[in-house]
């Protein structure tokens, strides 16, 4: 069945609190859905989301839906979705870079692919190596009584035993103060990981880390900006905790000189990041191959996106420092009927069709910006 059409929507959902990273604060969440439906009126759903517009990356919502609907959709339209290796594999050599862009439409030719076949999305991904997968909370209020208070609640419920504090706003001194507070209170039940999104220079990430490590923490994520290369290649030499390359980690390129010249030594995962799943699965090779440890990481994806992560995540061998497709405990609502399930410190695989989730169109249509009058 050919693919008759491709719809972007951006949409705003709000989040239960104010999530504080060193760039932005997240208050609502701007996801973009794609619907592609074939011939037969079968709908394929996936969702990439960008983290303040363009704070983190380089994408912005308005741009992923621009690029889409004017450079990828014509190399969709009249195609089979089961096609969907071939079909990305053109639009890689007429669209460069637009990753998030490419995501959302392959993930949703994976989900329709999957769903005209009755079958979940992680068999045509090689098939799930895991039903449930070890899910990290981020602690990222604002307020380090808040923050603990939240990192208590949630051991007690065994939602989650890892948390990744969210740091480099403001004085990196208390940065480090925020995060001892934190490890002197739940540091002997869980484990914690900060995240600076490229907020420190090197000298200062010298000082820190060096605070962090004898501190505790289990790993720090991108402290350097993404152009420092060298600069996280030192880092990596001098500190045993674990350096993370997050931002730096894009293309299957950034990540193969990453794992070569050692700028980190692990990688965060993220669909939105690489360009889909199928990319997805490329660079956690380069990373296996160099033995780099994995994180499944997280763009705080609703219920949707989150589940394409689980289902690619749940064909991945091994992850060092587990998941943290948190993001449908983070946002207000969510627009499937259905959701991701959390159950004791993990997160388990959807096994329904495509990515395992159903659609609520109204509460599409409600957070959509402009474009609900074409949405039936
Ligand atoms: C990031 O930089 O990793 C992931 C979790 C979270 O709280 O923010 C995101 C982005
Ligand atoms: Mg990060």
Same mark, same amino acid.
């Given at each position: ?49 960008? &983290? ?18 004017? !450079? ?35 993930? #949703? ?19 799930? &190596? ?36 969210? &740091? ?8 480090? %103060?925020?995060?001892? *507070? ?46 420092? !290369? %060298? ?28 794992? *070569? ?24 090779? &380069? ?7 994995? !994180? ?10 989150? #589940? #394409? ?63 609900? !009058?074409?949405?039936?």
């Amino acid at each position: 069945m050919k693919i008759r059409s491709v719809d972007i929507y951006i949409l705003d959902i709000p989040t239960v609190r104010p999530h504080q990273l060193s760039m932005h604060t997240i208050t609502a969440q701007s996801i973009v859905v794609a619907r592609i439906t074939n011939e037969g009126g079968l709908e394929g759903w996936a969702e990439v989301a960008t &983290i303040g517009g363009a704070s983190y990356g380089e994408g912005t919502p308005e741009a992923i839906k621009a690029n889409i609907d004017q !450079y990828i959709t014509p190399h969709l339209l009249g195609r089979n979705p089961n096609d969907f290796s071939k079909i990305m594999f053109e639009v890689s050599k007429a669209v460069r870079g637009n990753h998030f862009a490419k995501a959302v439409v392959e993930e #949703a030719m994976i989900d329709l692919a999957a769903k005209s076949k009755n079958i979940p999305a992680y068999e045509l991904l090689g098939g799930k &190596i895991h039903d449930s997968l070890p899910l990290a909370w981020t602690l990222a209020s604002g307020d380090t009584g808040r923050d603990i208070e939240e990192a208590k609640e949630l051991l007690q419920q065994k939602r989650h035993k890892i948390f990744k504090l969210k &740091i480099g706003k403001g004085d990196p001194y208390k940065n480090v %103060e925020h995060v001892l *507070k934190i490890i002197a209170a739940v540091g002997d039940q869980a484990r914690v990981t900060v995240d600076v999104n490229q907020a420190w220079d090197e000298t200062i990430a010298n000082y820190c880390i060096e605070a962090l490590q004898d501190g505790g923490v289990s790993m720090v994520e991108q402290p350097l900006p993404t152009w420092n !290369y %060298e600069g996280m290649a030192r880092l990596t030499e001098r500190f045993k905790v674990p350096i993370m390359a997050d931002e730096s980690a894009n293309s299957v390129h950034d990540v193969f000189q990453i794992t *070569k010249h050692r700028y980190g030594n692990c990688i965060a995962l993220k669909p939105c990041k690489h360009g889909g799943l199928m990319e997805t699965k490329k660079v956690a090779a &380069i990373a296996e191959g160099s033995g780099f440890g994995l !994180y499944g990481g997280t763009m705080i994806e609703s219920s949707l996106g989150s #589940a #394409a992560c689980a289902a690619v995540y749940a064909t991945i061998s091994e992850f060092e420092f587990g998941t943290e497709i948190f993001g449908p405990l983070l946002f207000k609502d969510r627009i499937t009927v259905n959701d991701l399930q959390f159950e004791n410190f993990e997160v388990i695989i959807p096994d329904g069709p495509g990515f395992g989730m159903e659609i609520d169109l109204d509460k599409v249509r409600h957070y959509a910006r402009d474009y609900s !009058y074409s949405l039936s």
